[in-house]
């Protein structure tokens, strides 16, 4: 504020002078500047003047002003500097105004100078505040992933994803629900899950009311209504609304399987589905049915279920206009008119509408009952 600034110009202006009149008093002598580097140079001596031995009056003068400069210089080294400028708020002392002046804006938040120059990716024209933004963002188009998980190979866009995933490894979890004591490797999906505690559902659908828990949801939720799927598998082209629903979807091709249950060994593709599974083991059943008391194990199955006591069927077939409480058993029954078999054996080459059918067709040549 201006009180403070003048207040503090007029201390240090008087400490200044306070501090000068002491320094003449106490110094035994005052260095004068050079002007070697001035436009008030002083005159350079003539040849005959530099022609003058060391022996002689002028040049020991010299000397002994050398000799001095350097016991001032000495003397100097010993002496604490006095810092008269303080700042009123904090204490924190500076010896020159300026630098006082500068300081008090950390204090009043001021941030004169402002920086009008933005990075813009040459591909898709986006514009980015800091150079670093733009070069993380450019890697979406390149496809480069510098960050290498040393366990598993996998490459990473952003060294914080790679940190991110080690925790898959690690099995470290550092965020816990204080109400039921389940464990989170990131702060949002702890902030997230306590949303099922609190029953805060703060995103809302304008098409039909429905709220939800994260605005990710709500968008997924939108795609109902709109019916887009932007997301398409490059391989078998099957579409989806999420990125992330296409990721999991790729492992499919691919067969990778990082999430492993330390009980039994067996794989899965999402960590989600490593979650639910775990419960097969501990029988843990945290999500109650408010209305009859039944509780499932997976949060989405009780979500399910609550459609039997509301009879909400959202998900409808545009080809025959059949309604489902689920959006899988809506993609599963479009498979019927459209024909198609996205789950094939690879022992016979066989193709299933179901992955459900193919696991049950495989026992067939497994021999397993």
Known sequence: PPEIKEEQEDICSSQEGEQ?????????????????????????????????????????SQDQRGNQSRMFAKHMSGVSLVKPCSCKTCG????????????????????????????????????FKYKSKL???????????????????????????????????????????????KSFTQRGNLHAHMKIHTGEKPYVCNTCGKGFRQSSHLTTHLIIHT????????????????????????????GEKPHVCNTCGKGFRQGSKLTAHLRT???????????CGKSFAHSKSLW???????????????????????????????RIHTGEKPFPCNTCGKSFTHSSSLRVHMKVHTGEK
């Not at 190979?153 to 099995?171: A, E, P, V």
């Not at 959202?314 to 599963?332: A, E, I, N």
Request: proline share 6%; hydrophobic share 20%; glycine share 6%.
């Open 20 to 60: 000068l009149g002491l320094k003449q008093e106490t110094d035994p002598f005052m260095l004068t500047p050079t002007y070697e580097d001035s436009d008030h140079s002083e005159p350079e001596p003539d040849s005959d003047q530099q022609l003058l031995s060391h022996s002689s009056p002028v040049a020991e």
């Open 92 to 127: 924190k002392s500076f010896i020159q105004k300026a630098d006082l002046e500068f300081h008090i804006k950390m204090h009043t938040n001021e941030k004169p100078y402002i920086c009008n120059k933005s990075f813009k990716c040459d591909t898709c024209g986006k514009e």
């Open 135 to 181: 070069n993380q963002h450019l890697r979406i188009h390149t496809g480069e992933k510098p960050h290498l998980c040393n366990t598993c190979g996998k490459g990473f866009k952003q060294r914080s994803d790679l940190t991110q995933h080690l925790k898959i490894h690690t099995g470290e979890k550092p965020y816990v629900c204080n109400t039921c004591g």
């Open 227 to 254: 019916g887009e799927k932007p997301y398409s598998c490059k391989i078998c082209g099957k579409c989806f609304t999420h990125r992330q629903n296409l990721s999991f979807h790729m492992k499919i091709h691919t």
């Open 281 to 291: 083991h501990t029988g843990e059943r945290p999500f109650p049915c408010n209305t």
């Open 304 to 334: 399910v279920h609550m459609k039997i006591h509301t009879g909400e069927k959202p998900h409808v077939c545009k080809t025959c206009g059949r309604s489902f409480t689920r959006s899988d058993t809506l993609s599963y029954h479009i």
